[in-house]
């Protein structure tokens, strides 16, 4: 049984896996303040990520070489204890960049230190640090960073990262200030604020630049969302701010099945020339089994949608390591497709006896196995307790949380890729259960 729900799980990372196939130091940088304080897998340790192996085609060759992989180590309690990653010259396969990123933890605070190694002298160099701090929630509420200095020797202070989060534990402001070495104080350099509906999907998104020379914040770009059935979005535009008024400068525009299954996505530009929208790709969307398993995507070339690139995703399994992912992608060549990289991940299964004795989920909550996004679940317990039902991806990000009120019985409408989740029962603090749910 364990088996066939892997193959139901490997289905999930489909259109995403391929299409977030991160270049690691870049995505490191991004996303290290962001770690919660029980790591990434608190409670998705049944699927910890191995690692990630790619390959490339060799320029003028039809030969593949290695591009770059990722390795991961937890500790004892199954949150990530380093990453480490490899770039590769893919002509001659020898190692061109190297980056050790390590995790401490402790109460509500996390700890992340990265260096890269320096190949002249066989050793690993300080880059930058952080101190990350958390509500009782998980939500960050700040992020300290730090960046080596070689000629002092020692780490200076770079930038202040603050959050603020709704009822339900989704960002509502993100706040950056860097370090003024000559004032010795932050300054503010970048703010975003979030809305959401009734459901928490998000409407709108303004981002800021700091004015230093009027002590203001200036209003810098806006993506909204527009909302089809509560949680399904519809259109999204992006646009710039010109001094005056807003200017559009990209719009997303979605197509869904009658059952709320994504088909397509049209991309549009503003022409300036024309003053009006003009379309340059569409991105589809392929399912297998009702699962995303890649996609592809088309340009708008003298009016005609024209072949572009493709990718898709294979479920393998493989001896002592049995969840893997196979992702490729392709380009329209000369009216064929042409294979130009490929990116295998890798899961390891790993037995965790307490969560094996946690309650049944049913116990408490009674949903559809598979679900639909907007679907009824129903909860029936002491409710006087602060219960939160948490849902997570197969890589452990929190994507949805919800507070059980009162009424026991609501929806989940956040918008979510159609694969499998693992919902998690809190009681406070104390995870009470969890459950596999697919969702399509």
Known sequence: MKYLTTLLVCMITAFTVYAQVPDFIAELEKEFPLLSPSGTNDVNEEFLLDSLICTGLIPNSSDFGPTQSIYYSYDGQGRLDTILGKIFDVATSSISAQSLSTFTYSGDTTFFYRSVYDFPNNQYVPVTRSISTFDGDENP?????????????????????????????????????????????????????????????????????????????????????????????????????????????????????????????????????????QQSSREYYIYQDGFAAGGFIQNVENGLLVNSSRFRSDLTIVENNPYAVESSSELWIDDVWVEQSQCDFYWNFVETTAVDDLEPFDRFCKMANPYSIGGLINCEMDLSKKYTLRVYDLMGKEVIRHAIGGEGSFSLNKELQPSMYIMALFDGQNLVSKNKVIVH
Do not use: C
């Open 141 to 277: 509420i700040n992020s300290l960073v730090l960046n080596w200095d070689a000629n002092l020797m020692d780490y200076v202070v770079d930038r202040f990262f603050t959050y603020e989060h709704n009822a339900a534990g989704f960002q509502t402001e993100f706040i950056s200030a860097v370090w003024d070495p000559a004032q010795q104080e932050f300054v503010n350099s970048f703010r975003s604020q979030n809305t959401y509906n009734a459901m928490n999907v998000l409407e709108q998104e303004l981002s800021f630049g700091w004015n230093t020379e009027m002590m203001i914040w200036q209003q810098a770009n806006r993506k909204t969302n527009s909302i089809i059935s509560d949680s399904l979005i519809d259109v999204t535009v992006f646009e710039n701010w010109n001094g005056t008024d807003w200017q559009g400068s990209s719009r997303d525009s979605f197509t869904y099945t009658f059952a709320g299954t994504r088909l397509f996505r049209d991309v549009f530009y503003f022409d300036f020339n024309i003053n009006d929208w």
